[in-house]
């Protein structure tokens, strides 16, 4: 039995990493260069010092690749004594590639000659010294970017002169965003350095510099975006209160206020935005004047600010706005109605969702709305609107419901998934009954009342165009078969006099064969009526008791849609159902593979040990996906297994580590570590090594977790063998098991 690393301690035992680094140490003097670059990478993620030496000896290596890692490996050291040879390969060594990356690792590295070095990046190529380019490209704009990004990491003010040198050519496109993200961490050199790109800067510059000094609470920063806040270039206006709104200055306040009487609709609405992301407050006079804005977008946002403060006491203006002439607004204010979750409105929300003859984006927002409100008041609304012939709003009303949580909402759920809830009850009068079916009553009764105070509500809705076209309307998809039906006869005309070549016969043929699967998409992206309504309930209901609940999803593993089967699935397995074995278990043989997967993972999380065998009967399932939720739900099952029946299952996942796919292989070589399998390790290595390496960093991963010194142990001896094949993948392994994070 293998031991589990303890995650108090250190999980790599020194005589272990130590073996590997002197290992690796003589790989460096391999004959095989990509052998040497596989052993540098692995000792730059070691990040062991005593390396230095061995890593500075080969940036004199003659394959240039072999050169870039060991550059990169001393980055990843960061140890100073690299920087005086690092900086003779930036000078000597042409390559642009070399280059770009010695002053990436030189950045991690940093120190005083490192700052003067990269501000000379910036300045440019350097006198006589040779760039080979590859192309196009010029691998100088690449260092420019690098040292850019170190220098702010660095955040040395020494250089901050130099990086707004380079800000000022707008042609160098590229720099201006780490160019200003450099500045932002240079201290106060950096900041007065922005202040004067957002006094004096191009707009792009000014709106960049004002972006940057957001946060900051010093009197000059806040004055000078006060004064920015009146820019005539409305980006630099807007970044500028973005910017003032993340300062604790109180004073940011009465600036931003001043910005709600803009000109610009746009400004109005944007700062209304940035008040509200940030709580700043807004007079109530002010809110009402906003309330009346020209512009729809002032007008939402307004009563956004309503709805997010919380503000009761504007119940009664945001009542109001229910009788807006934009749709936007009417149903930002049913929005702000329901945040602000007073009952008064229930009954006009209620009317609103019982009035068809609304958009079911207005009536879905009213439930949404309904669901801040007392439940005693909602409940009877949104179980009237329940009848609504659009799915996203039965949608909704379905979750406002399950968010009681009470008897009646529960009793709901279940008619729901029984697909219920477009049958017609038994109660409704006569009246009712004529409302699904307009054309059979008398033309006096054409337009009842469909709810009490709906007349009260009447003038709520926004008034569009009612016109409508003497021809029904069409959608896409019909009007091109209207034209195809049209043409139908020239075409089989033309049909017997042309002769298909071989290669127009193949595509038809592949378009045959290609039919079915195109209906069963078609068939999900229009799925039959009530599907989604059930499938909703099925996974509304694992928010229940399990005991209550959990019958009325098995009944639905029947149900004739595979989405609602595999949701009922998914909330038996939430709800940890223990009795629902054997109905999950028959759901394996499903011919739908999601079914399978999601009844598979059910299994899993039902902590009976009973699934274990059934879970084993479907480990050689002909889909991937499926055979890997089997693998993961018998991981977890594994701590339950008696000794035997374990015994079992390690025995099967080795015979799952010979899979063609790696998704199977990486699952069962998890269960394997997990559960301390004697041969675990082995079977692991060998897994990866047969597979020519396509799992090695998640195999090392998972050794790193499960079995560090052990597969430590068993990588080296595999490194001391003659196999100098495998010697590559080898390597990786022994890199992530030994990565210093």
Excluded at 201 to 209: F, Q, S, V
Excluded at 410 to 439: D, R, T, Y
């Amino acid at each position: 039995m293998l031991l589990l690393r303890d995650p108090s301690k250190d999980p790599f035992p020194m005589n272990a990493k130590q073996k590997t680094v002197q290992a690796l140490k003589r790989v460096l003097k391999s004959k095989n260069s990509a052998h040497r670059c596989y052993a540098i990478q692995a000792l730059g993620k070691i990040k062991d010092t005593v390396t230095l030496e061995d890593l500075i000896q080969c940036l004199d290596d003659e394959d240039e690749d072999v050169v870039l890692d060991a550059i990169g490996a001393l980055g990843e050291l960061e140890e100073p004594q690299s920087v005086p040879v690092l900086l003779d390969c930036y000078r000597n060594i042409p390559s642009g590639e070399v280059k770009v990356a010695v002053v990436e690792s030189l950045g991690r590295i940093g120190g005083d000659s490192v700052i003067e070095f990269l501000t000379e990046v910036l300045q440019g190529r350097g006198e006589d010294m040779e760039w080979a380019t590859d192309g196009e490209w010029d691998d100088w704009w690449d260092a420019q970017i690098k040292a850019l990004e170190a220098l702010g990491c660095l955040g040395n003010p020494r250089a901050a002169q130099t990086v707004a040198d380079v800000l000022c050519d707008e042609d160098q496109e590229d720099l201006i965003e780490p160019g200003f993200k450099a500045l932002a961490e240079m201290g106060s050199t950096g900041e007065g350095l922005l202040l004067e790109f957002l006094e004096q800067g191009t707009p792009k510059l000014r709106r960049k510099a004002a972006t940057r000094l957001a946060g900051h609470s010093d009197i000059k920063i806040v004055e000078a975006l006060g004064r920015a806040l009146k820019d005539s270039e409305i980006p630099v206006c807007l970044a500028s209160a973005d910017a003032l709104a993340r300062c604790s200055d109180p004073s940011v306040s009465h600036l931003l206020q001043k910005l709600l009487r803009h000109s610009q609709e746009k400004v109005r609405s944007r700062v209304l935005v940035i008040l509200r992301e940030n709580e700043i407050p807004i007079p109530g006079p002010v809110l009402e004047f906003l309330l009346k804005d020209e512009s729809e977008a002032v007008r939402e946002q307004a009563l956004a600010f309503i709805g997010a403060q919380g503000m009761v006491e504007k119940y009664d203006l945001v009542y109001h706005k229910l009788r807006d002439s934009s749709l936007a607004v009417v149903k930002a204010a049913i929005r702000t109605l329901g945040q602000l979750g007073d009952s008064r409105a229930a009954d006009t929300l209620g009317a609103l969702l019982a009035r068809e003859e609304l958009t079911p984006e207005m009536r879905a927002e009213s439930a949404l709305a309904l669901g801040h409100m007392d439940a005693d008041e909602v409940l009877p609304h949104l179980t009237h609107a329940l009848r609504d012939a659009e799915t996203p709003v039965r949608m909704n009303i379905l979750r406002v419901i399950a968010q009681q949580g009470n008897e009646a909402s529960f009793e709901i759920l279940v008619s729901a998934l029984k697909g219920e809830l477009h049958q017609e009850p038994s109660s409704w009068n006569e009246e009712e009954q004529m409302l699904e079916s307009p054309e059979n009553a008398p033309s006096s009764e054409k337009k009842p009342q469909s709810v009490k105070k709906s007349e009260e509500v009447s003038s709520t809705e926004p008034q569009g165009n009612e016109e409508k076209s003497a021809m029904p309307a069409q959608s896409t998809l019909d009007a091109i078969a209207n034209e195809s039906l049209e043409m139908e006869g020239d075409l089989e005309k033309e049909a017997e006099t042309t002769r298909l070549t071989s290669e127009e016969q193949e595509f038809l043929q592949l378009a045959e064969d290609n039919i079915e699967l195109g209906e069963k998409l078609i068939q999900r992206q229009n799925p039959e009526v009530g599907q989604e309504i059930r499938r909703l309930a099925a996974s509304l209901l694992a928010g229940f008791e399990a005991e209550r609940a959990w019958p009325y999803l098995v009944e639905a593993l029947s149900d004739s849609s595979m989405e609602v089967q595999s949701t009922a699935a998914e909330s038996l397995g939430r709800l940890k159902a223990f009795n629902a074995l054997i109905p999950l278990s028959c759901l394996m043989n499903s011919k739908e593979p999601l079914v399978r997967t999601k009844a598979a993972d059910a299994l899993g999380k039902l902590e009976n040990p009973e699934a274990a065998s059934v879970l084993l009967d479907h480990l050689e399932d002909p889909n991937p996906a499926v055979r890997v939720q089997v693998i993961s739900s018998l991981g977890k099952l594994a701590d339950l297994l008696s000794k035997e029946s374990l015994k079992e299952l390690n025995r099967r996942m080795r015979d799952c580590l010979q899979s063609e796919e790696e998704s199977v292989c990486k699952a069962a070589s998890k269960v394997l570590l997990h559960g301390g399998a004697c041969s675990a390790v082995h079977d692991t290595i060998r897994m990866v090594l047969d597979t020519k390496g396509e799992l090695r960093y998640e195999a090392g991963m998972l050794l790193r977790t499960y079995a560090s010194q052990e597969g430590s142990n068993q990588l080296l001896d595999v490194l001391a063998s003659p196999h100098e094949d495998v010697y590559g993948m080898t390597i990786e392994m022994l890199g992530e098991i030994h990565r210093t994070v």
